[in-house]
């Protein structure tokens, strides 16, 4: 079992950049994918980025590509979120993600329901 906790948000002004934390409990961090999905007031979750175990396959949702990188330390055990050149419209509550999954397409890991484990969340909000 994984335990996943989220920190590093908070409030900033557009342009400005964040970077989330996701420290992972467990032995076996390095055998899961990762993600971060967010979800904003009103809307549904949505897929952010996710990283496959190697730490060289990654995705991205088509709004934060070029602007936020994902990366993992696997002997920290430890998943990151770099944000750069935010918007109003990333507000959102970002939660991390583990899936213990072999099938690490885009198409997988952009789906909720890919993944087993999820930290509770932490809330970025970004003014104009």
């Known amino acids: 079992q994984v335990q996943l906790v989220e920190s590093g948000g908070g409030l900033v002004q557009a342009g400005d950049s964040l970077r989330l934390s996701c420290a992972a409990s467990?032995?076996?961090?390095?055998?899961?994918?990762m993600g971060w999905f967010r979800q904003a007031p009103g809307k549904e979750r949505e897929f952010v980025a996710s990283i496959v175990w190697g730490e060289s396959t990654t995705y991205y949702a088509d709004s934060v590509k070029g602007r936020f990188t994902i990366s993992r330390d696997n002997a920290k055990k430890t998943l990151y979120l770099q944000m750069n050149r935010l918007k109003p419209e990333d507000t959102a509550v970002y939660s991390c993600?583990?899936?213990?999954?072999?099938?690490?397409?885009?198409?997988?890991?952009?789906?909720?329901?890919?993944?087993?484990?999820w930290g509770q969340g932490t809330q970025v909000t970004v003014s104009s």
């Open positions: 993600a583990a899936a213990r999954t072999y099938t690490v397409t885009y198409a997988s890991l952009s789906r909720l329901n890919e993944y087993d484990y």
């Open positions: 467990g032995r076996t961090f390095s055998s899961y994918a």
